[in-house]
C-alpha cells in the first residue's frame, strides 16, 4: 500500500498547456511538500502546505499553483507550461514535531515539447 | 519510494562529538546525493558524490562514496547543535534512465 502516491509518473506534453499532478498521502501526516529535481538532480523546494495552508512558497512562478483539497491531498497545477518546466516533481510528507522523516512519492517526469 | 538503507535511524550526539551516518544500497549508484533537512522547513542540499572514492568535505561534514558505489557515508566532526536535523540521501540508480530513489533518513540530535 504506497504511502505517497503521485499521478501521472510521466507527463509529456505541448508548450502553452495547462496540466496539473495530484498526489495523495495515507499516513496521516500534516504537511505535505512539492520539490522540483532540477537538471544536476538537486531537489528544490517549491511549496510546502500544512494541514491545508501554505507555510513555504520559495520563488517560482505564479503560474503554478499548489491546491491542498484536504490535509491528504497536495496537488500542483500548471498553467502555461513552458520548455523550462521539463523536469522531475516530487511530492513528499511528513508530521511536524519530533519525528519529521520525509516520505517521498515516486516522481512525475514532466516533458514539455 | 526509499529503497537506500540509512543507518542509524536516530542519533543522539554530545556537542563535540564525531558522528557517521551511512547510506547503503544494493544496486550501483550512479550519482548520490546527500541532504539536509531542519525542523519545519525543507530540504537543503549537501554534497553531491558521483566517482567511486569520491571524497567532498564542506565546513564540518565530509562525505565519501565507496570504490564499489554502493556505499556511502557522511561524516560530522566536533557536531554542534547547528547540525541536528534530519539527514537524507538520494540517489540515481539506473545509468541513462530515469531513477531516483531515497533514503530512509537519520534524525540528529546534538545536546549542548
Known amino acids: 500500500d504506497t504511502a505517497v502516491s503521485q499521478t501521472p509518473k510521466y507527463l509529456v506534453t505541448q508548450m502553452g498547456n495547462d496540466k496539473s499532478i495530484k498526489c495523495e498521502q495515507n499516513?496521516?501526516?500534516?504537511?505535505m511538500y512539492w520539490y522540483k529535481q532540477d537538471s544536476k538532480k538537486f531537489l528544490k523546494i517549491m511549496f510546502s502546505?500544512?494541514?491545508?495552508?501554505?507555510?513555504i512558497n520559495e520563488t517560482v512562478p505564479n503560474r503554478f499553483s499548489p491546491k491542498s483539497p484536504d490535509k491528504a491531498h497536495l496537488n500542483l497545477h500548471i498553467n502555461s507550461l513552458e520548455l523550462g518546466d521539463s523536469a522531475v516533481y516530487f511530492c513528499?510528507?511528513?508530521?511536524?514535531?519530533?519525528?519529521?522523516?520525509?516520505?517521498f512519492g515516486s516522481g512525475t517526469q514532466l516533458s514539455v515539447l | 519510494s526509499q529503497e537506500l538503507e540509512q543507518s542509524p535511524q536516530s542519533l543522539i550526539v554530545q556537542e563535540g562529538k564525531n558522528l557517521t551516518i551511512n547510506c547503503t544500497s544494493s544496486?550501483?549508484?550512479?550519482?548520490l546525493y546527500w541532504y539536509k533537512q531542519k525542523y519545519g522547513e525543507g530540504l537543503i542540499f549537501l554534497m553531491m558524490?558521483?566517482?567511486?572514492?569520491e571524497e567532498k568535505s564542506h565546513e564540518k561534514i565530509t562525505a565519501k562514496l565507496d570504490e564499489k558505489k554502493q556505499q556511502s557515508s557522511l561524516h560530522i566532526t566536533a557536531s554542534q547543535p547547528s547540525h541536528a536535523g534530519i539527514y537524507l540521501c538520494?540517489?540515481?540508480?539506473?545509468?541513462?534512465?530515469?531513477?531516483?530513489?531515497f533514503g530512509t533518513g537519520t534524525r540528529l540530535k546534538v545536546l549542548a
Open positions: 513528499a510528507s511528513s508530521q511536524l514535531g519530533e519525528d519529521e522523516k520525509l516520505f
Open positions: 499516513l496521516g501526516h500534516d504537511t
Open positions: 502546505y500544512n494541514n491545508k495552508e501554505l507555510i
Open positions: 544496486k550501483t549508484l550512479y550519482g
Open positions: 558524490l558521483q566517482k567511486g572514492g
Open positions: 538520494g540517489a540515481d540508480v539506473a545509468s541513462g534512465t530515469y531513477k531516483y530513489i
